[in-house]
Structure formats: structure tokens, C-alpha cells
């Protein structure tokens, strides 16, 4: 089952915070978040495991509620660098526990 | 380290005629791998997977098939192109379930 993603694109000013959400109709056993550059292969950001947890990585951090099957991911300070496209993957939980189902995608543009 | 071979880079081809990719991970072993397509403007699709040897859990059923030959080879195939399969693939590799999943720098197959 895919994720939803949204919002689907989001523009900022350099030094502007965002947030991405992430849903599933089923339940979710981890949350991983990834950022791709155009043209490019996505990169790993950080992975989210059952258990309500938060992470940080620089002033990129994320949220995973296990109740709400909701994840959210949070730039704070944009940089230049934040832009590109950022998707969410799944494992759902009760399923088969090898495969990462990817929302559509958030299409972060970030402008001096 | 670990390191994950995907090519060629490019690829056009007409309509109807066959294709072959193939990814390569190194430095890990029994890892499971995934094809990914992405369309333009589009999300990260799974194809296929495997966890192992001869293993494949098909996600769309399409003209595409996949093979694993060797523990740390993966290759997608269609005797058959369509307009439709073009797009940006992207082998990945993961060393189980819960953790990051690594992507080759992908292919981008035109269909003329």
C-alpha cells in the first residue's frame, strides 16, 4: 500500500522551516525518509522503527506516530542545499518485512 | 565497503526490441535487492525484489521480468519493449528488513 505524501511541492525562502507528512492506511513498522537530487539515485536520510521514536540529523529531523500511522519530516533553517525531491518509505508490518513501498514524493525548492 | 554497480547509464531502444540491466553489489552478502522504476515527474515504483537466490516477489505485473542469477546479481528483463517502460530504473540493495536501502546511480531507458 502506498504512502501518501503531502504536500506534494513546497517552495521556501533559504532560512524558512517546512514539514512533510507521511500516512499509511496500514500499519506502519518503520518510516524511512530519503532525498533525491535531480537526476540522481535517492539518498538515505534516516530510518524511523516502531516504537513512537524521533531523530535528528542536522537541522533535518523526523517524527513517527505508530497510533496515527503518520510520519513527518522537519527542516528547520533551509539551506540551498535542502532542495530536491523527498520521499517516504514503508514497511508495513503484518506483510512481507523486505520490501519498501515509496510515496510519490515532495518536490522541495528552497531559493535564495 | 559496500558498493553497488547498475548499468549502462543511458539506454534507447526502440519499440519491441529486448532489454537487459543489470546491478552488482559488492563487499556484502545475501543482500536483498530491488528494482525501482521512476517515470518522470513520477514516484520510486517497486518492480521486484528478492531476499535471495532465485527468489523474486514480482509487485506489477507487466512485460518486465527479473532474474538472480548470483547472490550479488539482479537483472531486469523484457523480451518486448513498450513506449510505456521508459523511464529511470534504480537497483537497490539492503542488508535486511528495517534497515536503509543503498541505490545504484540508475538507468534511464528511452523507449522510441
Known amino acids: 500500500q502506498q504512502p501518501v505524501q503531502s504536500p506534494q511541492a513546497v517552495i521556501l525562502r533559504e532560512g524558512e522551516d517546512a514539514v512533510i507528512n507521511c500516512s499509511s492506511s496500514k500499519a506502519l513498522y518503520s518510516v524511512h525518509w530519503y532525498r533525491q537530487k535531480h537526476g540522481e539515485a535517492p539518498v538515505f536520510l534516516m530510518i524511523l522503527l516502531k516504537g513512537g521514536e524521533q531523530k535528528g540529523h542536522d537541522k533535518i529531523s523526523a517524527s513517527f506516530n505508530e497510533k496515527k500511522q503518520q510520519s513527518s519530516l522537519y527542516l528547520t533553517a533551509s539551506q540551498l542545499s535542502y532542495s530536491g525531491t523527498y520521499f517516504c518509505g514503508t514497511e508495513n508490518s503484518g506483510g512481507s518485512n523486505y520490501k519498501l513501498t515509496f510515496g510519490k514524493g515532495t518536490l522541495l525548492t528552497v531559493n535564495p | ?112
Not at chain 2, 32 to 41: D, E, I, K, S, T
Not at chain 2, 61 to 78: C, E, K, T, V, Y
Not at chain 2, 81 to 108: E, K, Q, V
Request: charged share 10%; proline share 7%.
Open chain 2, 1 to 112: 565497503s559496500q558498493t553497488i554497480h547498475q548499468w549502462p547509464a543511458t539506454l534507447v531502444q526502440p519499440v519491441g526490441s529486448p532489454l537487459s540491466l543489470e546491478c552488482t553489489v559488492e563487499g556484502t552478502s545475501n543482500p536483498n535487492l530491488y528494482w525501482y522504476r521512476q517515470a518522470a515527474g513520477r514516484g520510486l515504483q517497486l518492480l521486484f525484489y528478492s531476499v535471495g537466490i532465485g527468489q523474486i516477489s514480482s509487485e506489477v505485473p507487466q512485460n518486465l521480468s527479473a532474474s538472480r542469477p548470483q547472490d550479488r546479481q539482479f537483472i531486469l528483463s523484457s523480451k518486448k519493449l513498450l513506449l510505456s517502460d521508459s523511464g529511470f530504473y534504480l537497483c537497490a540493495w539492503g542488508p535486511g528488513t528495517y534497515s536503509p536501502l543503498h541505490f545504484g546511480n540508475g538507468t534511464r531507458l528511452t523507449v522510441t
